[in-house]
């Protein structure tokens, strides 16, 4: 438990002004650059001086991301620091709604970007061969439809092995067996869609098949992926655990175990059910996709 003296309480009050006002901000100018370099060192003081810190639902901001996840890695690793700064992005699609492309474009990060789509990987090479903070050295796009058996073989052959400092893994269909498969690389930090219409409590996924298409209900993804539950139980096996999600409760966030204590507790699949988008998911499309086949894991 902190017990905060006055002059604690008033350091976290200036220090997070910025972040709370980054955090409200929806529809405005993206957070730039330095703002987010400023918002990193206010992170540290707030840890320096052993003041709260605020929970993953207080730092989120949008600027390339679908909702607010590019505010929450940030949080992250302004907490835990970088090594080597290199990412691996699998089911990368566009550029608008990328959990990877602030830290590419803003942070000097680099990695591999995958995806299915060979139209979507030549835009994502064009714009980062031609943008002026990436066009030096961009990520590598890679055209390719991954599958348990061969996602190794795609990592490794990119150069990317070992220690990366992210994985982010949103392909709408074997997202938990991609995961559940990769060992080439040991990440510090794993971010994962699940599908938040199962509920917090149910540990299941869709069947392995190398040629899995997911099922949608207008434009909402509602056959695929797997549990948060399911995902949880495999991070714990593999040495994570679960520190949060974002806003609208369907991308989640998981830490190595080796790395950022006490600062990123960790949470339970429960607390990631709070908000009225999944409860609404739930309500709505639940009963169109319960009988489907769902394998316990």
């Excluded at 206010?42 to 505010?71: I, T």
């Excluded at 990520?139 to 439809?145: E, F, N």
């Excluded at 997911?214 to 994570?240: E, I, Q, W």
Aim: glycine letters at 8%; hydrophobic letters at 40%.
């Amino acid at each position: 438990m902190h017990i905060l003296t006055d002059p604690l309480r008033r350091l976290r009050a200036w220090l997070l002004a910025p972040v709370l006002t980054a955090s409200a901000r929806s529809g405005g100018p993206r957070p730039t650059a330095e703002s987010q370099l400023l918002l990193a060192l206010q992170y540290r003081q707030l840890r320096h001086a052993r003041a709260p810190l605020p929970g993953l639902r207080d730092v989120g901001f949008r600027v390339y991301s679908e909702s607010d996840e590019d505010g929450i890695l940030h949080y992250i690793f302004s907490l835990i620091g970088t090594t080597n700064r290199v990412l691996v992005d699998i089911g990368a699609s566009k550029l608008e709604g990328s959990n990877t492309a602030n830290l590419l474009i803003n942070h000097a990060w680099t990695g591999l970007l995958i995806d299915g789509h060979p139209q979507r990987v030549k835009d994502l090479q064009d714009f980062y061969g031609a943008c002026p903070d990436t066009r030096n050295y961009p990520p590598k796009c890679v055209s390719s439809w991954v599958t348990a058996e061969n996602v190794n073989d795609v990592l490794r052959s990119a150069g990317i092995e070992g220690e990366i400092d992210l994985l982010t893994i949103d392909i709408d269909g074997i997202d938990y067996w991609l995961w559940r498969a990769i060992d080439v690389v040991r990440p510090r930090v794993v971010v994962v869609e699940y599908q938040c219409i199962l509920g917090p409590h149910r540990s299941v996924s869709v069947p392995y098949r190398p040629d899995f298409k997911a099922t949608f209900d207008g434009p909402y993804a509602t056959y695929n992926s797997a549990s948060l539950a399911a995902f949880v139980k495999l991070g714990r096996t593999k040495g994570y655990r679960l520190v949060g999600c974002q806003r609208y409760r369907y991308n989640g966030f998981f830490v190595r175990d080796d790395l950022g204590r006490p600062e990123l507790p960790e949470v339970s699949a429960e607390e990631c059910f709070t908000h009225p988008f999944p409860q609404w998911a739930m309500a709505t499309f639940l009963d169109r996709v319960k009988d489907r086949e769902w394998v316990e894991v």
